[in-house]
């Protein structure tokens, strides 16, 4: 399948006032052939990782062993469900900044550490879902509140204004109260 269009916006919340606006931050992805998923280079507490860029998730999450073993912060652990496979997570937080020259800072956030007991196939997740019914979100512990993901570019831009004035939303919470979802058409696919 070959994505010949960027179009993936998405805001939850109304525009930020002028003093608010934090210049939008380009983060470089990496395609990874085999399986067609978009990868980003994070760090977190000093450690480079590789995060599956997942839009259909709200958190950081990383393998526990990555960032210095699987000592939470004495909040809540939780089990959290990535497709098929179900991840148990201890949360704390942790240092986040990307990979870029120069690197940006994104400040300490909480992050779920996944253990290492854990059989799942990848640990490591960027979530862009901005809301969750329980805990804070990757990007609600940012200044960003909107995204561009592009295939054809490798690249994934976070914004504090809108990316969706002109593109049409379907809320999935009119279907599930507990569904933070937004979806937007594509304006083309070839398989």
């Known amino acids: 399948v070959q994505l010949t269009t960027h179009l993936v916006g998405l805001s939850i919340l109304s525009s930020p006032t002028p003093s608010l606006l934090s210049p939008p931050l380009n983060i470089p992805l990496n395609l990874l052939s085999n399986s067609g998923l978009l990868v980003a280079s994070l760090v977190l507490d000093g450690e480079a990782i590789q995060t599956i860029v997942d839009t259909g998730s709200p958190f950081l999450t990383c393998a ?3 960032i210095g073993g699987d000592g939470g912060d004495g909040s809540i652990n939780s089990i959290e469900q990535y ?26 956030m909480r ?4 253990s290492a007991g854990t059989a799942a196939v990848n640990r490591n997740y960027l979530g862009l879902v901005y809301k969750d ?21 490798r690249s994934l831009t976070l914004s504090t204004e809108s990316a969706i004035l002109a593109h049409p939303l379907f809320d999935f919470g009119k279907v599930a109260s507990n569904a933070f979802f937004y979806a937007t058409a594509l304006t083309s696919m070839s398989v």
């Open 64 to 66: 526990a062993e990555a």
């Open 83 to 108: 497709g098929e496979d179900l991840l148990d997570v201890k949360w704390r937080k942790a240092l986040v900044a990307t990979t870029t020259q120069p690197a940006q800072d994104l400040g300490t």
């Open 111 to 114: 992050v779920g550490l996944v």
């Open 133 to 153: 019914a329980v805990r804070a979100s990757f990007l609600s512990q940012t200044p960003f509140t909107s995204f561009e993901l592009s295939y054809t570019k």
